[in-house]
């Protein structure tokens, strides 16, 4: 082990999901059993804006309890940020306040939670400190529900998700199948430009109450095509349930959402508002009742139906980002390798940052059924074992309690 | 106990709850007790039309796994129905229809569980049978997540709407709060005319993570102060949760919502929409970022985090509805009345169920803070014991079992 010792510094980065918390817990308590190298963990608040503003949390002055609770708190506990840093050669600004800030608290371990974006911000920040010759090593945590980081088997958050979103499509179906002739009813899905957590609506048919159809953005969309499997599935059982993500295109990549154009602080499209019109359509243009249901932030945050096997997973990403550190690597990000999925088993591994930073896994086309509008038994095989186990909730007079710090 | 022999009819009307299917539970299992009186129990397949079509599940028929799963199953399990039935006055078809059913079926006790469309169907029914003569007693189990039914303390269906409103609402929140200039959140919320199910998002405020502003039907809407309160709150925080009632109407009662214009067969306008287009005037007439989350039918749904309260008073209800049945009463709805907030104790009672048809019980003025847009103690006092305990989800391979019958 090649000997660094200093503090550590933690930041949560990009969309919240139920269990980047929990990679907290693990990088803070893995630091915490190794104060012979780590003597101080520092948590940015709100990120890299936090680093830049020296705004930080002080691990060693907050209450265990708060700390305990972070197993079961959605969002960002200690706050998270778009901000996208600069290239270093158009503009030194941040990485010379950085640099500043790092020699101040003696920064020895940079350790950053995100996704795609998240992780071009790690790179960059490492690539500047080697060429300056500061000493630090620097491991990204994973973390999306959309779970489209490259190099993984799939990504903390995805299967809390996923859990929450197959458990709503059963009880929205169920529900829908009350009335006698029902409507066409659409939930719109998030995960950006990949499937996989719309996907996850079809682990409800393992009940037997799963979507009727279901859209991809790996499947160029096509309105036409969607109205004649609408009315195949209506025709029959006089109800149809869709689930569609917001990130659906056409032939040309064309976001079927695009309308808004608003875009983000990388530069992505927002999406949204993809089941409302999609059901405006079908209540216009096929003259059938439909209704829409947009879940929005509930999905990435409904900590109170977290995957244990999710919450487990994304601790001991948080820990072993820290051994790595410790045990000398930098630049890497912490990477699953599913060895077995009966009985499901994982390794943890690393790759390289440089390799990960914007690239995006899509769904492989053998995941979804030859019409582009389902999901096969490959996914079902992939996804059950993520969304296993039960992370019970800490109600007090049926409400939950969440980390607050100070 | 005046003797009636015969059979059992159960029927489940208007929308569903997370909870209606442990009523039809306690209404099965108390009626198999009494078997010397009852001696079949028929459940209706989409309520008064499963009665009209002779479409019955017939319950010793079923296994019993299937029963038991009714505790946990949202939606309703034998179908439910939005058909008014006419008066009889006007057109007896469907009276002398059922009449010739009920004796067919040889059907002496009518029981049918829904809200106040559903009591005015029982009472017709009822009438109309005491009026030819025909020896039934006809009792009404109270449903509904608008918790708005008349002469009764909360109906079933409410606690667990709003546990999993309540809990959402402080994931929402917390999930908010990751952003350091955060958007303008506007949740909207079922109810109806009446704001309890909306009110529920201020229990949020016990963790600490409740909504800044809440707008009720109780309490006239005017978009110029809706606008104001915004503007104050985010002035100070940069961020701004908002709870909205799909039926908040302005000083002439008119819907909000009214746009749509399409009424239900009842002639109620169907409510929504309110936060998409309050969240259009926040990013067009205040220039501050926006979005809008419409839970839509998983609120009433959420099987998967009903209140054990909830669930236990829903099969509660059932079972004196066959009780008072038995007993000799006729022409009645279970009531829960409450005897005391702390410890919570309830005593079930019943009312003629004439007074309760086509009524609704609003939110009294005291519950709601004196500007109108937030929720007082008194409130949180009658609702707290109502989201209490936890009825464990039955997950298999992390997804929930539901009932299914033959």
Redesign the interface.
Known sequence: MDILKGNLLYG?SGG?T?VINSSAYGVIKEAFLNKDYIEEVYCMK?GI?GALHEDFYVMSEQDEAQIELLRH????AF????YKIADANDDETDYIRLLYIFKKYNIRYFLYNGGNDSMDTCYKIAEYMREVDYDIRVVGVPKTIDNDLPFTDHTPGYGSAA?FI???M???S???????KGKV?IVEIMGRHAGWLTAASH??S????GPDLVYLPEVPFSIEKFKADIKKVYDEKSQCLIAVSEGIMNEEGIFFSSASAIKDAFGHFQL?GVS?KLAQIVNNEMRIGS????????Q??????Q?LTDVNEAEQAGRKAVQFALAGDTEVMVTFERVSDSPYTIEFKKHPLNMIANQEKKMPRSMINESGNGITEEFIEYA?PL????NEPK????????S?FK
Chains 1, 2 share one sequence.
């Open positions: 949560q919240p139920s709100h804006q708190t959605p969002g960002s706050g998270s940020v778009r859990r197959a458990n709503t059963m009880e929205v169920y529900d829908m199948y009350a009335y006698p009813t682990l409800a393992l009940s037997g109450w949204g409302s209704r829409s249901i947009a879940l929005g932030s509930t990435r945050s409904a900590a109170h139906i995957s059950l969304i296993a186990g039960i109600f007090i007079n049926g409400v939950q309690s969440f607050k």
